[in-house]
């Protein structure tokens, strides 16, 4: 993975649906080998999981917003995928490999291999899909109800960051403006707002010490008297510490009542990302004067 993100980085390849096929090219048939033996052991998985979400980070997203964010889904399907496979393709060997399938159905009879089976039939079950050693299961189905129930449940997820990036994203596929803006450096400050890991207040006080933390409306903006908090919206409409930059940037807050989520949806540019850039760079140096340093 490390020699795949440096070939990315000297070429140089910044699009990240197409570093997503390299890593399930590249990456994920080594994390995958023999998956239809270990693919249901959790530490196993877990391990390999974390190895993924490592190559999809950014900053301090929450792993479930990670993975939205790139239309991701954990590993394990993938490895399911593979069992399913495994289990066919046993299933439509020939007689002279008939020896094979026999060793394959008495290790699912085996009760030494019993909490394996036990975990395939349990799963199958829960996407509603009948097992038999004897028939061939629907993989496509299978893994496609196990997708959709994993989509419904992240659309349930009452986590706070996760209920505010949905108001931005709310389908479950790759972020547009990845697509539509190039380049890490035009990506990064449209994905640390959307994605809550931008270090405004609303984002930072939840890192406090549990005796100093404040809710989440509590959580002023030092930068403005207005005495609102200062969130994603204040931050990009309302706090006058940034009408300069404001004032050069009038085309993309043209229209009524602009909302941050028609924002994302309808200025995926250049020209917003350099709009973003620049009142992060000016919020560092407005933290950096009241703090008494010069960046």
Same mark, same amino acid.
């Given at each position: ?27 994920? #048939? ?7 033996? $270990?693919?249901?052991?959790? +530490? ?34 993938? $490895? ?13 060997? !020939? ?16 009760? =030494? ?5 036990? +975990? ?25 109800? =196990? ?22 994203? #709310? ?37 406090? #010490?549990? =005796? ?43 229209? #009524? ?11 995926? !540019? +250049? ?25």
């Amino acid at each position: 993975m490390h020699f795949m993100n440096r070939r990315c980085a000297i070429l140089p390849i910044s699009d990240p649906e197409l570093r997503c096929k390299l890593f399930d090219s590249l990456v994920l #048939p080594i994390l995958s080998y023999a998956s239809e033996v $270990w693919g249901v052991d959790e +530490k196993i998985g877990d391990a390999a999981e974390l190895l993924h979400r490592k190559f999809l980070r950014q900053d301090s997203t929450a792993n479930v917003i990670v993975l939205a964010e790139l239309g991701r889904f954990p590993l394990c399907f993938h $490895w399911w995928r593979q069992i399913l496979r495994y289990h066919n393709r046993i299933n439509n060997l !020939s007689d002279d490999e008939c020896l094979i399938m026999c060793a394959f159905v008495e290790s699912m009879q085996d009760p =030494a291999h019993l909490i394996w089976s036990h +975990k395939v039939h349990s799963w199958l079950q829960s996407q509603s899909v009948g097992f038999s050693i004897e028939d061939d299961i629907d993989v496509r189905t299978g893994i496609g109800n =196990a997708k959709n129930h994993y989509a419904q449940t992240w659309h349930q997820n009452y986590l706070s960051s996760v209920v505010r990036y949905q108001l931005l994203q #709310p389908e479950y596929v790759i972020a547009p403006y990845l697509s539509a803006v190039k380049g890490f450096k035009s990506q990064k400050p449209v994905s640390r707002l959307g994605c809550g890991c931008h270090g405004l207040r609303v984002d930072t006080g939840r890192l406090l #010490p549990l =005796a100093q933390q404040v809710p989440r409306e509590q959580r002023h903006c030092v930068f403005c008297a207005s005495g609102a908090a200062e969130d994603e919206h204040h931050f990009v409409f309302d706090c006058p510490a940034y009408c300069a930059i404001k004032n050069r940037f009038t085309n993309i807050f043209w229209g #009524p009542a602009p909302t941050l989520s028609s924002f994302f949806t309808l200025h995926y !540019s +250049k020209v917003t990302t350099r709009f973003l850039r620049e009142c992060f760079e000016h919020r560092n140096f407005l933290v950096a004067k009241q703090s008494g340093h010069t960046l």
